[in-house]
């Protein structure tokens, strides 16, 4: 059974890693996927790969004007839009909080928090006029769960996500519109965003960690997550599978906050 089967979805930072394997996913259980991101070369590549009406789009999901483009576009090609996955999210490290420049804070802020709120408020008015509810799936972190040395910044945008997810949830639970918000938590995950991220499992360190080696350290299973792992969370999210799920976070990182 194919379980989105004729469901519009919209996916942010779809161009790599986990968003690439959530359009992809996506797609193959039956939705027709818009993906959007900033590396247009790798997005139009994917959209052309996954075919059935795939459609890629340029998307600065911190600027208001392209959210809005962005939904009307959703509008006028397909009439609707049942998931949004806000999954566009950069991470950067620094030794310490005190050595971090604000420029970087607010870049992390911009993107990581800012891209979902302009996600929610542009996403839900589309949502809500074909009257069929909805699924929005917001990635936040395990970094948004618990504190990490090197990443105060990216723990502060993930954490803010994780209640943000939850107060909309309860606004759209609220007007009664059908509307479930959920957010995804993922814990080490072989994805792009570690090669900005040094420091992680070495404090001092200027190269990117070994996931592997963390991995077997920090998590219980004793391995690292793949972009997968993450999408079929995702799937179950977006699916009606989920439809008594809201409000909630699922946490996918083989036992890591649980040590």
Not at 214 to 234: E, Q, T, Y
């Amino acid at each position: 059974m194919r379980r989105v089967e004729g469901k519009v979805a919209l996916i942010t930072g779809a161009a790599s890693g986990i968003g690439a394997a959530c359009a992809v996913v996506l797609a193959r259980e039956g939705a027709t996927v818009v993906l959007t991101d900033l590396q247009d070369p790798k997005g139009e590549a994917l959209a052309r790969e996954i075919g059935g009406g795939a459609v890629y789009l340029h998307h600065d999901v911190t600027n208001e004007d392209a959210w809005i483009a962005v939904i009307a576009e959703v509008k006028r090609t397909f009439g609707r839009l049942d998931i949004l996955v806000n999954n566009a999210g950069i991470g950067l490290s620094c030794p310490s909080i005190t050595q971090m420049h604000l420029a970087d804070f607010r870049r992390q802020q911009a993107v990581n928090v800012e891209g979902v709120f302009l996600g929610l408020k542009h996403g839900i008015p589309l949502m809500r006029e074909a009257g069929n509810g909805g699924s929005i799936i917001n990635m936040s972190s395990v970094a948004g769960l618990k504190g990490s040395v090197v990443l105060a910044a990216y723990c502060a945008t993930k954490g803010a996500v994780r209640l943000l997810t939850k107060a909309v949830a309860m606004e759209c639970a609220d007007a009664k519109d059908g509307i479930r918000v959920n957010s995804v938590h993922p814990g080490i995950i072989e994805t792009p965003i570690w090669e900005s991220i040094v420091g992680a499992d070495a404090p001092g360190s200027n190269a990117p960690p070994d996931l592997d080696a963390m991995s077997s350290v920090a998590v219980p299973l004793g391995v690292k997550g793949v972009p997968d792992d993450i999408a079929n969370g995702v799937l179950w999210l977006a699916s009606s599978e989920s439809r008594y799920v809201t409000g909630t976070e699922l946490v996918i990182d083989g036992g890591l906050v649980t040590r």
